[in-house]
């Protein structure tokens, strides 16, 4: 592997080097040694960065100054209490891979299923998924994995909180089953596993995995801190790019354009919208919206279109004070810390852990789906009553606070539930502004526009919180980060001393109550980092831009390859079929080019 510098030709041109441009570049480039391959990533590389490699750090690529992430302001919405979203991506080599929570989860079979095009089917798929995984969990499972280059472990650390929190479940209707993630399971609960190696304690992002074992294969070649400002076209025919150091990274980066040729091939994966933006910069989107930007049009397809994310809400609760926690390292306490890392040396400790060390996947009974809502109910039967692997919501117990520091008060101790909405009605969409790769595009996440998104994140609330209050751990909710309940009502917050009783009364909300959470979910309800489904693959005539072999409608030499595709949402955390589309892309583009099959 080597860096680039000055014009040159190359084969294949990767514009992003995310989680599937890195696992497509790589596949290829390991089974056919005499291609030239080149990614572009408008980040820093991520080879062995402490921050990459360290589970528990994983909150670090999210601080305001992170040069690890690229923070995309939304638009001002209604829905969210006229708030701006922000919705954090992947902004360095291995993209989401490198600073995602690395929780391992998949999508529902059906989900695969659903998007009904050729080739993407869950029979087709399962395969590719096994090739993905090494699964230390439990072996001799059918839709797994065993000698894949990502590995899949629970890691060294388990909490007190994950195992309290299954307990409780399994007495509150969310019963234990052996495999939350075996393609199948819709409802239960379950030990989460994770995106890191039993031994090392090291995350196991896409370019660690799949780039940088190549380091001796010349003919593979990695740019970072380098913005694609645009595809070059010969007619409708992709035949390179033209790039400008990124001064996000570096502030005296060169502006000055250069062109890099591919012989072969374009691939466009820079996420769902880095990749949007690029295409609409080269001339494919709405015509009459890149027409009055004065952008030559290529091919008029409707990139941007129905941008999709899992919106979730967050319940932050006490816990014991003797608990070790993630606030633990959050704190950044000096002799904490060394006590930490010299534990991570051996792949041992806190250190080794995402601290989502148990969740579970919730549908709701009859009961319960008589008293969420009837937007809701209407969504039931479109989408989940024939289908017993969707979940309605992926829930996780976190142990600790995912937030600033000054946000709580010191030496504090905390859960978080984490309530994820696994298919949102809400969409959105996302447009450039300008031609200029550092305008801000527009951007809408549609989050809680539709009312049934807002009733369901109302009664997981209340379901969850039910489980939260008869843990031994829990001391109460966190007030400031909870609904503001009318003075008086018996719902409100508590803080206590000492174990609840498994055996209290249910909470009793009232007409009120229920305005108060539906607030709160307006006002602090947010991404879950999984955006997707702005350049869909699908008929053109159903709103498509990208067909089964991942071509762009009306190009020649031109593919995407990144979550963008996907024509419906999936019903997990997205690392597991971002890696699918990546090696689903390569198998894909060997046939075509008619290279040797990874």
């Known amino acids: 592997m080597t860096s680039l510098s000055g014009p040159m030709e190359v084969d294949i041109i990767f514009v992003g080097g995310g989680t599937s441009a890195c696992v497509a570049a790589g596949r290829l480039a390991a089974a056919n040694p005499e291609l030239h391959v080149l990614l572009v990533e408008q980040g820093p590389n991520n080879f062995q960065d402490p921050a990459v490699l360290t589970p528990a750090l994983f909150m670090d690529h999210l601080a305001p100054d992170s040069k690890h992430a690229i923070f995309w302001k939304g638009n001002k919405s209604e829905a969210a209490k006229g708030r701006e979203a922000i919705v954090p991506t992947g902004g360095i080599l291995g993209g989401g891979s490198s600073i995602n929570i690395m929780m391992y989860a998949r999508a529902a079979a059906s989900d695969y299923d659903d998007w009904n095009t050729t080739g993407w089917t869950s029979a087709d798929l399962i395969p590719i998924l096994q090739k993905i995984e090494t699964y230390h969990v439990a072996p001799g499972r059918d839709t797994h994995g065993y000698d894949g280059p ?78 694609v400002k645009r595809i070059l076209f010969d007619g409708t025919k992709a035949v390179g790019v033209e790039v400008i150091g990124n001064k996000n990274q570096d502030k005296d980066a060169n502006q000055t354009p250069r062109e890099i040729r591919a012989r072969k091939l374009v691939v466009v994966s820079a996420g769902a919208i880095g990749s949007a933006v690029v295409l609409q910069r080269s001339g494919l989107g709405q015509a009459n919206q890149l027409s009055e930007l004065g952008i030559k049009v290529v091919a008029d397809l409707p990139v941007g279109a129905n941008y999709e994310d899992h919106s979730s809400c967050i319940a932050t609760y006490h816990v014991a004070d003797d608990l070790e926690t993630l606030d633990l390292v959050m704190e950044r306490d000096p002799s904490v810390m060394e006590r930490y890392l010299a534990q991570f040396i051996h792949g041992k400790g806190l250190l080794t852990s995402n601290v989502t060390d148990a969740g579970s996947k919730i549908r709701p009974t009859a009961e319960e789906l008589e008293r969420i809502g009837p937007a809701f109910r209407e969504v039931w039967k479109r989408q989940f009553e024939s289908a017993p692997d969707k979940p309605v919501f992926i829930q996780t117990v976190v142990n600790g606070f995912l937030g600033p520091r000054t946000a709580v008060p010191k030496n504090s101790r905390f859960m978080m539930f984490g309530h994820i909405a696994a298919y949102p009605v809400s969409k959105g969409h996302v447009h450039i502004t300008s031609a200029d790769p550092y305008s801000l595009p527009d951007f809408s996440t549609g989050f809680f526009e539709e009312k049934a998104d807002v009733e369901i994140q109302v009664w997981v609330y209340k379901k969850t919180r039910e489980i939260a ?42 007409e009120e109550d229920d305005i108060a959470i539906e607030e709160f979910v307006r006002q602090r309800g947010d991404t879950t980092w999984h955006s997707v489904a702005t350049i869909q693959m699908k008929p053109k005539e159903k709103g498509g831009c990208v067909d089964s072999r991942l071509n762009v409608y009306g190009t020649e030499n031109l593919k995407v390859a990144d979550l963008s595709i996907l024509p419906k949402n999936v019903g997990s955390n997205t690392y597991s079929t971002a890696l699918l589309i990546g090696e689903k892309a390569a198998l894909l583009i060997a046939e075509d080019l008619k290279l040797v099959s990874p």
């Open 469 to 510: 209050r008869r843990m031994p751990s829990y001391r109460g909710e966190y007030a400031p980060l909870h609904p503001k309940y009318p003075e008086g009502s018996s719902a409100s917050c508590v803080r206590l001393d000492s174990s609840p009783s498994f055996n209290m009364e249910d909470l009793v909300y009232t």
């Open 150 to 227: 990502i590995h899949v472990s629970y890691g060294d650390h388990f909490a007190q909180v994950a195992q309290e929190y299954l307990d409780v479940c399994t007495k509150r209707d969310i019963p234990k089953v052996e495999d939350l993630m075996d393609l199948y399971t819709g409802h239960g609960c379950a030990r989460l596993a994770k995106y890191i190696h039993p031994e090392t304690g090291h995350r196991q992002d896409a370019a660690h995995r799949y780039i940088h074992g190549q380091s001796g294969n010349k003919r593979l070649h990695v740019m970072t801190k380098t913005l």
